[in-house]
């Protein structure tokens, strides 16, 4: 059951999710999807619809009649109690039909506020009454605070147990944060290294070139701290961070990621000034075309003090990690679209080049996340020629080059996982619940102080000067990203 089925998120990315599995053959035929909105619509004009969606978003779609065929509408307003029997009877009738054995997932692509509601409806109402299994996946966000968070959880905990909840964070499903994992712990090169006896910093840059569009009145009250800092950067961390788990199973991964979010230094108070910047976009030009500042979005405040880039400094306190700085800047209207995680190893002991017309570049691994997929390792190499000079090199491994297909999308990932009944790359509550605490302490401190430098980085930049000074005053600066994209042959 998809709540909010008319909505931007199902047409977007669920349904073509569902086609192309549907199309790999991991959906067999006996699948039925129940849309769940208020607006009224017949069974056929949401097929209709789903099909539209489809087809904008794959561009070979056939069998397209018989996938839309196990779509089902039912109108219907998740606040009106009445509506949820003839829900249950709809799903009893079409669990015998297609032979579902009891299996259930309520995938909530609603606006977070009623998902308590949903969720406590479904219990009373008997609709996860089912002999088969029943999950939850909820989107973010999860909260807005440790608080709200943990009365959602209440909530949820009511009708789901916690290994019943899938709460999406979509870059866990994305490619090359999975690889992540691989590339450490299946490689003999990389996890000795893998500490601060080698590693002198690692960067993580999230940057979007687009502005908050329509999603103003969302954004105001989230701004970048909690729209991306508490859940995506901050799981991209872990993963980089984590001890290698004893098993790949959900628990072990999970309780590795849960040790690093307890290792985070708590970053409060007066600290918040050295460790933290904010950033918000004024105007712009980008290719001679000029784009408005934050402030004259749709739906935004005219004196809005909502961050839209966030940059900061995590520190680890464990063995493996003390005194390496995780940097991590993420924000809207940025110059280049792009996610990428570089890690910069230490100088080596002596530099027998210096004196040269060069000194060496350290040693980097830059883990290409998105829009390219791929991984480049940055050495240094004898420049061609009579003398002994060095000159830097990149091994670049491009993910689209070499199988020449896209990789599978996100969501198209997570929604099998969820099928699967795989809860590996889908977020804990500790993780939740940890990040919010650590994430907290920031906000708190920007809410109580006005930043009267905002707006305070031009669109089309990458981000305020404060954010290059954290780094210029720890010895280093942020990689420029688009000079680290993978070299097309
Ligand atoms: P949206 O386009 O505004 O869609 C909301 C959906 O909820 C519509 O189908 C709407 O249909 C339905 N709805 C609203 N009130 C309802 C009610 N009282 N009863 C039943 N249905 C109701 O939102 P969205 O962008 O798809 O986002 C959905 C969720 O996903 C949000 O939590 C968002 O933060 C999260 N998310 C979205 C994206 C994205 O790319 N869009 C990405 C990440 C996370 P009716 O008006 O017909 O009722």
Redesign the pocket.
Request: net charge positive; glycine share 6%; proline share 6%.
């Given at each position: 059951m998809i709540?909010?089925?008319?909505?931007?998120?199902?047409?977007?990315?669920l349904y073509p999710s569902l086609y192309r599995l549907y199309k790999k053959g991991k959906l067999a035929e006996n699948f039925a999807v129940i849309g769940?909105?208020?607006?009224s619509l017949t069974n056929e004009d949401f097929q209709s619809n789903v099909r539209k969606s489809v087809q904008s978003a794959v561009e070979c779609s056939n069998d397209l009649e018989q996938f839309s065929s196990h779509f089902y509408y039912h109108s219907?307003?998740?606040?009106d109690s009445s509506s949820y029997l003839a829900l249950k009877n709809l799903a009893n009738n079409l669990d015998s039909h297609y032979k579902l054995e009891g299996n259930r997932i309520f995938y909530?692509?609603?606006?977070?506020e009623?998902f308590g509601t949903i969720a406590v409806h479904l219990k009373e109402d008997g609709l996860t009454d089912v002999a088969g299994y029943k999950r939850l996946v909820i989107?973010?966000?999860f909260g807005h605070d440790l608080e709200s968070a943990k009365e959602l959880n209440k909530q949820i905990r009511q009708a789901f147990s916690e290994d019943e909840i899938y709460r999406?964070d979509?870059y866990l499903g994305k490619e090359m944060v999975q690889n992540i994992e691989v590339i450490r712990f299946a490689n003999a090169i990389f996890e000795p290294l893998w500490n601060n006896r080698y590693i002198s910093n690692i960067q993580v840059t999230s940057s979007e070139v687009l502005g908050v569009e329509e999603r103003g009145r969302?954004y105001e009250k989230s701004g970048a701290l909690r729209d991306m800092v508490q859940n995506h950067m901050l799981q991209m961390v872990a993963l980089l961070a984590m001890e290698p788990p004893i098993k790949l199973t959900t628990d072990e991964i999970r309780s590795e990621k849960v040790k690093v979010f307890r290792a985070f230094r708590p970053i409060e108070g007066e600290e918040v000034k050295t460790h933290f910047v904010r950033g918000q976009y004024a105007q712009g030009t980008v290719n001679a075309e000029s784009l408005p500042a934050y402030r004259e979005e749709t739906m935004v405040d005219p004196q809005s003090n909502t961050e839209t880039f966030v940059a900061g400094k995590l520190l680890i306190d464990n063995f493996r990690w003390a005194g390496v700085p995780f940097y991590i800047r993420t924000g809207k209207r940025m110059k280049a679209k792009s996610t990428k995680i570089v890690i910069q190893f230490k100088d080596i002991p002596m530099n027998l080049y210096y004196g040269k017309d060069q000194t060496l570049n350290p040693n980097l691994l830059v883990i290409h996340i998105q829009p390219d997929e791929g991984i480049t390792l940055h050495l240094n190499a004898k420049k061609a020629g009579q003398q002994l000079d060095a000159t830097p090199v990149k091994l670049n491994y491009a993910n689209k080059g070499i199988d020449g297909i896209n990789t599978p999308e996100a969501y198209e990932k997570l929604l099998l996982d969820c099928i699967s009944g795989d809860a590996t790359n889908f977020t804990h509550w500790d993780e939740v619940a940890l990040s919010w605490s650590f994430v907290d302490k920031i906000s708190q401190v920007w809410e109580n102080t006005k930043e009267d430098n905002f707006p305070n980085y031009p669109a089309g930049t990458m981000g305020p000067k404060a954010a290059d000074e954290l780094l210029e005053q720890d010895g280093y600066f942020w990689w420029p990203v688009t000079d680290l994209d993978i070299e097309k042959c």
């Open positions: 709540f909010g089925a008319t909505g931007d998120l199902a047409n977007r990315k769940i909105a208020r607006r219907h307003d998740v606040t909530l692509a609603m606006a977070p009623f989107e973010k966000p999406i979509h969302y």
